[in-house]
């Protein structure tokens, strides 16, 4: 067989191997740089498609049609290349608007349209001469000006494209390397056999460049990720990154740096590329002692004292590995933690003046413990003690004694309360339920309140099954009753009935206290359904204990919450109040203590 028959099934081979590449492209065609390259290898495909038959044509006509063939791909192939390295490597033509990058295709279509009109004006190909090969008659052409000026753009071209190239491999990771490489060697294999065209023009050797090319265009899209990620797009990555980052290769080399680092290590903008990291960071020993002798990724701080302020970092150091476990390079980033630092600082600042409020609470508490309650108390036992034995005519001033003797009672048992209340934030009260006979416990409260209730002649009951019995702990269960009674003795009128009853539901026991007083008006129901710690009656002014606390109620709603339960109200104004609650059942009868059992005989006695 005619050794051009072989050469055209080479070439139609080319042709095959950038359809493929072609295709590989399309399937990420949502690249500019993906698409960019279906169009470079569609038009050197058309090349080798064209020359394929050219070398096999034996006549005039069949020569004109494969060159009209391969001119359909020859005029762009180098403005293509040109195109795919601007926008690959990012370079300053990336970011011109159409009709500048549209420059680049003036030469290319003047060509196309010198080479069609050619038989016009000859200023292309002057003539075509025939000649023979192996006996086989062949047309060669004599070439005219506009083939010398394509040819030397097509050589310029080349030389641009591969000037953007060096400097981006020098800055690059290996990886980007390899990617770089691959598409110099694409556009240097047609170059390479097009000068060997110039050596001999028998034969255009040109094309088979490209089944060189080909080959290395699939390689580098299978092998390195050609048209993943090109070095653009780390570019746009490293840029719009807050964090600083250094990019070392294996030799402790720096080849690149975004704008991060930069500001946080202004050495590395005025530092050659690439340089050794030893030399430009030599500032910081420090950091490069973490560097160079860690042998794994890490974490570490790492502080900058600035004139301005001092700047924190939280350092990470990342090794590179190629396919395998062998070391290519590091990463080295900077999360910049200054802002948090200062908000530590802040916040320890404000947990020790929180410390030292706190401090000063207890000891306020302390004092009143000890300094307030107790001359109170004091005040109490006098009172009680001048009431049993003071018999004064003056209406007046009984009446003066009583209120007296009134408000140092509540003003204690407020101060009690508050104090209980106290003990029970700090955890110096003990929860210690156990099972108590619940009948027998009211009774003790309401025998502790039937003074005070037999001063409003207020009749006190209950309505529990004497063989109710709770799960709670005796003393908050104690003041639970206490200020319940205590506000319903304030609120209910002169004559008026209280009762204390309880209905079990499953392994709950649901008890009331009922009165039939004055109710709550709806504005104080509003504020005791609210989660306040502290609350008034609004019309406290008018009442019995004008402006006093409910901060009975407050306990009693804390002492509940521990128990698992909630406190709950209805009233209606004029007509009395319920307040209801919950605790946990207990199965069977507790027993009462010798104390208990004489408070329910007081009590028996006194409603006896």
């Not at 050219?54 to 403005?79: H, K, M, W």
């Not at 390689?219 to 780390?234: D, E, V």
């Not at 802040?346 to 706190?358: D, V």
Request: charged share 20%; with cysteine; aromatic share 12%.
């Amino acid at each position: 067989m005619d050794i051009r028959y072989w050469l055209s099934l080479l070439l139609f081979l080319a042709t095959a191997l950038t359809g493929f590449v072609g295709y590989l492209s399309y399937k990420k065609r949502h690249q500019r740089v993906s698409r960019t390259m279906i169009y470079l290898m569609t038009a050197a495909g058309l090349y080798s498609f064209g020359y394929g038959f050219e070398i096999i044509s034996t006549t005039l006509r069949g020569t004109q049609i494969s060159l009209q063939i391969e001119y359909l791909g020859i005029p762009f192939v180098t403005a293509l290349w040109l195109l795919l390295a601007i926008q690959f490597t990012g370079g300053a033509a990336a970011r011109l608007r159409r009709r500048y990058v549209a420059l680049l295709f003036v030469i290319p279509v003047v060509t196309f349209i010198a080479h069609l009109t050619n038989d016009w004006h000859h200023l292309f190909y002057k003539e075509f001469v025939l000649g023979e090969s192996d006996g086989s008659p062949i047309y060669t052409t004599v070439k005219g000006p506009l083939y010398r000026v394509h040819g030397f753009y097509n050589y310029l071209i080349l030389v641009f494209g591969t000037a953007l190239f060096v400097p981006m491999y020098l800055r690059s990771l290996p990886v980007v390397r390899k990617q770089i490489v691959t598409l110099i060697l694409g556009a240097a294999a047609p170059l390479l056999f097009n000068l060997a065209y110039l050596l001999d023009p028998t034969i255009d050797y040109t094309p088979f460049g490209f089944a060189v090319s080909g080959v290395a265009y699939a390689w580098g899209i299978f092998r390195f990720n050609l048209l993943r990620l090109t070095p653009l797009a780390f570019a746009k990555v490293f840029e719009t990154i807050g964090d600083g980052v250094i990019l070392l290769d294996n030799e402790g080399r720096i080849v690149s740096f975004n704008r991060a680092a930069a500001d946080i290590f202004p050495e590395l903008a005025s530092a050659p590329s690439p340089s050794f990291g030893k030399d430009v960071l030599s500032a910081y020993p420090e950091l490069l002692e973490r560097i160079y002798a860690g042998d794994r990724d890490e974490r570490f701080p790492f502080s900058l004292s600035r004139p301005a302020r001092e700047s924190h970092y939280s350092c990470g150091l990342t090794f590179v590995y190629e396919p395998g476990t062998t070391p290519i390079g590091k990463i080295l980033m900077f999360n910049d933690i200054t802002e948090l630092k200062m908000n530590e600082e802040r916040l320890r600042e404000n947990a020790r003046q929180m410390a030292q409020l706190n401090a000063f609470k207890d000891k306020l508490f302390t004092v009143m413990a000890h300094d307030i309650r107790d001359p109170i108390a004091l005040l109490v036992s006098l009172t009680d003690l001048l009431g049993d034995e003071r018999e004064d005519p003056d209406l007046a001033h009984a009446e003066v004694f009583r209120e007296i003797r009134r408000q140092v009672g509540g003003t204690f048992h407020l101060v009690d309360n508050l104090l209980d209340w106290y003990r029970s934030q700090k955890g110096q009260i003990a929860f210690r339920p156990a099972d108590w006979n619940l009948q027998q416990v009211v009774r003790q409260a309401l025998s502790l309140a039937g003074t005070r209730a037999g001063m409003k002649r207020i009749r006190l009951s209950e309505n529990i099954d004497d063989n109710a019995t709770v799960n709670a702990d005796k003393e908050m269960l104690d003041l639970i009753l206490r200020n319940l009674l205590s506000n319903a003795i304030k609120h209910t009128g002169i004559g008026g009935t209280i009762e204390i009853g309880a209905v079990r539901d499953g392994n709950r026991v649901h008890i009331s206290v009922k009165d039939n007083g004055s109710g709550i008006d709806e504005e104080t129901a509003r504020v005791l359904r609210q989660e306040d710690l502290f609350f008034k009656d609004p019309g406290a002014p008018n009442k019995e204990d004008g402006g006093e606390m409910r901060f009975g109620l407050v306990l009693t709603r804390e002492f509940l919450r521990i128990h698992g339960g909630t406190l709950q109200f209805d009233s209606e104004p004029g007509q009395g109040t319920i307040f209801r609650f919950s605790l946990p059942g207990a199965i069977g009868r507790a027993g009462t203590n010798e104390e208990e059992s004489v408070a329910v005989r007081t009590y028996e006695s006194h409603i006896g």
